[in-house]
């Protein structure tokens, strides 16, 4: 499914060289809820960030189901991101000017697809989140764990084979929080690929398997099934 190889990424500060990631391999199957861990400057965004090809490794090769996101041009990149990869962020990132439907149907309109194609999806996939009822609501008139239901439909309207989640309730309550990882625990189970970047425990036992990251390494891997059992 997602391949990560020998993969290392670094920075230049003056004459010094700074390793962000350092020599990293990992596997991540169809269907697993992946929690990567780590302290501030482990390296987790940036594995992520790589994940989703946001940024490309100095070193090593990264593939999603056998299509290399590594040493490819920009535009072959932001197709693959479009098409292959949903993602979820911490501040939701919504349009303000455009409702709830609007939003979700984002990724499609920026391929061109007409609107007129993407509403009943976009639709059926708010009702999915819950959000039958607010489809006409614009960000400023949702609460912030209305906001990221919408994220999470949006990240989904491509089909994506893998949703990749950075911090996405670093800016919610406990409550709501719990509500949006239990809505991404339901999505694993209906077979979606989830990878999620998490400062906290309890998120991260929603996953099915914890990664940790220290100084740009990985350092534990855990299945959560085996430790349960």
């Known amino acids: 499914m997602i391949q990560v190889l020998n993969v290392s990424k670094t920075y230049h500060h003056g004459q010094q060289e700074i390793y962000a990631l350092n020599d990293i391999s990992l596997k991540i199957e169809k269907s697993d809820f992946l929690s ?4 501030s400057g482990s390296g987790k965004s940036t594995l992520l960030n790589l994940i989703g090809g946001l940024d490309q490794p100095s070193n090593g090769q990264i593939f999603i189901d056998g299509q290399p996101i590594h040493g490819i041009s920009d535009d072959q990149l932001t197709l693959i991101r479009r098409k292959r990869v949903g993602f979820i962020f911490q501040f939701f990132n919504l349009l303000p000017i455009l409702n709830a439907v609007e939003n979700v149907s984002l990724p499609l309109l920026l391929d061109g697809v007409p609107f007129s194609r993407i509403r009943e999806k976009a ?11 607010r489809t006409e609501h614009r960000p400023e008139q949702l609460s912030g764990g209305e906001m990221q239901r919408v994220a999470i439909a949006r990240a989904l309207i491509t089909d994506p084979a893998v949703i990749l989640a950075d911090e ?4 919610l309550d406990s409550h709501i929080s719990e509500e949006i990882l239990g809505l991404l625990k339901n999505l694993n189970q ?4 989830i990878v999620l970047v998490t400062h906290d425990s309890k998120a991260a036992s929603f996953g099915k398997r914890i990664i940790r990251l220290k100084d740009g390494s990985i350092t534990e891997d ?8």
Do not use: D, F, K
């Open 222 to 229: 855990i299945s959560l099934s085996e430790s349960r059992a």
């Open 123 to 133: 639709i059926h996939l708010l009702e999915s989140v819950g959000l039958g009822s």
């Open 190 to 193: 209906t077979g979606q690929t």
């Open 168 to 171: 996405p309730t670093g800016n």
């Open 36 to 39: 990567i861990m780590g302290p």
